[in-house]
């Protein structure tokens, strides 16, 4: 698509915006894996077995 833009200061436009856009909508999803990678490391916990249920109780 962005080939069939003839104008080149609009087809590097849209290269930018698309590269920006990437950026964008990843960089929350690396803060947020980030951030549940330092739970687990800084609390010692499984979060993936805990999302499913499957961690043993300890009960007295």
């Known amino acids: 698509m ?3 833009i003839q104008n080149n200061f609009l087809r590097r436009a849209a290269l930018v915006f698309t590269v ?3 950026i964008v909508a990843l960089g929350p999803l690396h803060l947020i894996n980030a951030v ?16 499913r249920g499957k961690v043993k109780r300890n009960v007295k």
């Open 36 to 51: 549940l990678g330092w739970v687990e490391d800084e609390f010692d916990v499984n979060l993936r077995a805990v999302w």
């Open 20 to 22: 920006v856009a990437i």
């Open 2 to 4: 962005i080939p069939d």
